[in-house]
């Protein structure tokens, strides 16, 4: 498929046809490519895709409060996400990249793939205004958005325990490190999670902190669950 067939298909999926092509050429150009690249229409669109997002998940989720909007909104617009809405447009196909990016596979790389999902948008913003630009946010958008799964399977572990505590009246855990272990750049650390008012507690490793405490969290709550369940 020649290059203006690619850039062709890949309006045809927008809804969307440049009347200033060199928006569409800019916003395909990665900045391994050229100086006259993408960045700065990806600021304009990350900026739209977040505004869209918010107002269809507000319409579309009104028992959600404002945090559960939150989380479900980033599930919708993070790297990951994007990255599959540009594998659906077939995106990396049309991506201008320097040669180093060329060869090390830079067209399925996510970071790349997410930039000009949102440049893209950032550009039809500038050629025809907001109305196309939601028009092709809410299109790119329709299908994720109906497979989000329930606000609440987005928490992490730390708070599903919180809140699970909170709801029973129960007081916060406290998180302990019991290890820092390897070089500063490799270290791997061992958390516990201990709950004061039963001295439970369970333990949990990760690369960071952060990961050790979610996992011991988790570890938990699995208990704290099925104690629950054996007592029902």
């Given at each position: 498929m ?7 298909r ?32 990806e ?11 918010a ?6 989720r ?30 990396g ?12 596979g830079g ?7 997410a ?42 572990a ?5 809140e ?39 333990e ?5 902190r ?23």
């Open positions: 020649s290059a203006r067939d690619g850039r062709s890949l309006c045809r999926a927008l809804g969307y046809d440049f009347r200033d092509t060199a928006l569409l050429e800019r916003a395909l150009t990665h900045r391994s490519a050229a100086a006259a690249n993408n960045e700065r229409l600021f304009l669109g990350d900026a739209l895709i977040n505004l869209v997002a107002d269809r998940l507000f319409r579309a009104p028992e959600c409060e404002e945090g559960d909007l939150s989380r479900l909104r980033a599930s919708l617009v993070c790297e990951p996400a994007l990255a599959a809405i540009a594998e659906s447009l077939e995106l196909d049309a991506l201008v990249l320097g040669p180093g990016e060329l060869r090390s067209f399925r790389r996510h970071s790349i793939l930039d000009a999902v949102e440049a893209l948008l950032g550009a039809i913003f500038l050629d025809g205004g907001f109305e196309p630009a939601r028009q092709a946010c809410e299109r790119l958008l329709a299908a994720p958005i109906a497979q989000l799964p329930e606000a609440a399977d987005l928490k992490d730390k708070t599903r325990l919180q699970w505590l909170q709801g029973r009246g129960r007081g916060l855990p406290v998180y302990e490190v019991l290890a820092a272990e390897g070089p500063p750049h490799r270290q791997s650390f061992t958390v516990a999670c201990r709950l004061l008012d039963s001295g439970e507690f369970s949990g490793r990760g690369a960071s952060r990961g050790a405490e979610q996992e011991a969290a988790e570890k938990l709550m699995t208990r704290l669950m099925a104690q629950v369940q054996t007592h029902a």
